[in-house]
């Protein structure tokens, strides 16, 4: 018998509130910010910041570790790769090749997602069930596999593997504002809109957009971290951005072999990518409670 | 609920249609074949002839017909590598991506339920931080690294655990963990979250106040109604894990569907890439469909939305 059970129930519940991930990540946008912070100004000034040339190859000094063990060069905090390359210099340089390709893969596939869900949402009728249906089949083939065709296919390359973030990504867009777009038209301001003579661009950009503007504002952060995987993955096979270029999955995928003898060769790429990733997601996460009036006063 | 199922049903039939075509399409924009398979001085009748053999000289639409009619027989093409039905040459590999597969969904049930369910039972506590670290770790980390950290602690620093290959026991867990840490992420955050919802209800008061034992409670009362989303997480998991594995089998060199379409992609083997890829996008499809009408028939909301 447990006399005591329901305040032990009301005790949880408040405590709950207090630990529960919303309200934790709440308040760290100051971590998430951080680390993002630090990767943009390393992608934005990396010729200013990297020590060395990234692609300064020098075999004699190859595999070298990181400053703080024997054997170390100085000069190379972070130890060398097999080709005597500096591995933070290519890490600067690497955040730069991740942040254009996730941020343009996600900018064309947001723009191109959300304006065939508008329009998707808005008109009804064929042509939403046409692209719906497109919508549809996009998801039902794994996004890696066809990530993977389409790089093959195409032939790897920074461009190459914008256009196959994007459209890896669309439908996710599309389907997310066409059901925002559903719930925003049928609201007395749109008719208003009408009735005063607006014509449908205007209606769909000026009216709606910024009503459904919150929720795309989240899922691009969300998928940001997940498009920077992306790319990693598809250099890490080889298909996607070509080597001399340094990227992070190209790093990892040279470290790959040498796990045994030069740890630091693959452990510092995937770092950097992890916290990325982490910071992107932690980013989003506090921007979809902070976005939500409805969980705002959790 | 049969309206449903069978507009459910044409829109999977589609899906393997349009994927068919995606494919189809794509592999024949790549490279000429015959710049790789014959000896580098062959003259152009040589060229000629080879893609005439493959069929390669007829006009799209007519290869992707004959492609169509063949596939409907269950034939893929010939590998031009092995020289072996490509079809064969998947299915010999799907053994493997299921043993793999089966055992990271093993994982994931056995780890990732306990530890959401413990760490919404006790908000706050330290078993919750590392819940909570788990499912945003699991979620940030790309599983290549995660391949690359396991061989390194595991194999060359420990030497417990074979580095890569099929075998006994001991050459599964690598790999499973790696392929099931997206998964054990997310389905540590949703039982998590499930949990939390749930234990907060009345019934759960109700059941304390009837003097049930906590263990009880919690395992019974409260996680049965948390699973519902859990199982169809990790329904879609599924289908995605048999999908999905080309990472984490190029990574530890399994012997699966993965390994192979990504060794066919880079021999440009036409037949072997066209055959793996349509027959992971079957399953893929065929995983969601059930997953679908599982819930729908779980769920009376669906069915009649």
């Not at chain 2, 304390?208 to 034992?213: C, L, N, T, V």
């Amino acid at each position: 018998m447990r006399p005591i059970s329901l305040p032990r129930g009301e005790r949880r519940a408040t405590g709950q509130l207090r630990g529960g991930l919303q309200v934790t990540w709440r308040r760290l946008p100051l971590v998430s910010g951080t680390i993002l912070l630090f990767v943009l100004v390393a992608g934005i000034f990396a010729p200013l910041l990297a020590p060395h040339d990234p692609g300064a190859i020098n075999i004699a000094q190859g595999e070298r570790p990181p400053a703080w063990m024997e054997g170390a060069l100085p000069g190379h905090i972070l130890g060398t790769d097999q080709m005597g390359r500096d591995i933070l210099s290519r890490l600067i340089w690497g955040a730069r090749v991740s942040l254009i390709v996730g941020f343009s893969g996600i900018a064309i596939a947001g723009i191109v997602g959300s304006l065939l869900g508008l329009v998707s949402g808005y008109y009804g009728g064929w042509v939403d069930h046409v692209i719906m249906r497109v919508v549809d089949i996009q998801m039902s083939v794994p996004a890696i596999l066809l990530a993977l065709l389409l790089a093959a296919v195409l032939g790897g390359g920074l461009y190459i593997i914008i256009v196959v973030i994007a459209v890896v990504y669309w439908a996710f867009y599309a389907r997310i504002v066409r059901g925002e777009t559903l719930s925003v038209k049928a609201r007395d301001f749109v008719a208003l809109a009408k009735v005063a003579g607006c014509g449908t661009p205007r209606i769909l950009l000026r009216h709606i957009l910024p009503n459904v503007g919150n929720t795309i504002v989240v899922v691009v952060t969300l998928q940001l971290g997940s498009a920077i995987i992306l790319e990693a993955a598809l250099s890490f096979l080889g298909l996607g951005v070509q080597p001399p270029t340094a990227a992070w999955g190209l790093m990892l995928a040279d470290g790959r072999t040498l796990l045994g003898v030069a740890w630091w060769i693959a452990t510092w790429p995937g770092l950097a990518i992890m916290l990325t990733v982490l910071g992107a997601n932690m980013l989003g996460e506090w921007l979809r409670v902070a976005l939500d009036p409805k969980q705002r006063q959790v | 609920m049969r309206r449903y199922l069978i507009l459910r049903i044409l829109q999977a039939i589609l899906a393997i249609f349009a994927v068919s075509f995606i494919v189809f399409v794509t592999t024949r924009l790549s490279g000429d074949v015959t710049i790789l398979m014959l000896p580098f001085d062959a003259t152009e009748e040589n060229r000629l002839q080879f893609r005439q053999e493959l069929g390669l000289d007829k006009p799209l639409y007519i290869q992707y017909g004959i492609f169509l009619i063949h596939a409907a027989r269950g034939d893929l093409g010939e590998s031009h590598r092995w020289r072996k039905p490509a079809m064969k040459l998947i299915l010999d590999r799907m053994p493997a991506t299921i043993q793999l597969a089966s055992v990271s969904v093993l994982f994931t049930v056995v780890f990732a339920i306990p530890i959401g369910v413990i760490s919404a039972v006790r908000p706050g506590s330290w078993m919750d931080t590392i819940g909570k670290t788990f499912a945003l770790l699991g979620q940030s980390m790309p599983n290549f690294w995660v391949g690359l950290l396991l061989i390194l602690i595991f194999a060359v620093r420990l030497d417990l655990l074979p580095p890569a290959g099929r075998g006994g026991w001991q050459h599964l867990v690598l790999p499973a963990i790696t392929l099931g840490s997206g998964a054990m992420a997310a389905v540590t955050r949703l039982t998590r979250s499930g949990m939390l919802d749930v234990m907060d209800s009345e019934f759960i008061k109700m059941a304390r106040i009837k003097g049930i034992p906590e263990h009880l409670v919690i395992w019974k009362h409260g996680l049965k109604n948390a699973a519902i989303p859990v199982v169809t997480v990790l329904g879609l998991q599924i289908a995605g894990l048999l999908g999905g594995s080309v990472i984490a089998e190029t990574i530890f060199s399994w012997p699966g569907v993965g390994k192979q379409i990504v060794d066919a992609i880079y021999a440009r083997d036409y037949a072997v890439v066209q055959a793996g890829v349509l027959l992971t996008s079957i399953i893929h499809v065929g995983a969601n469909l059930g997953v679908d009408v599982l819930y729908a028939y779980i769920d009376p909301r669906i069915r009649y939305a």
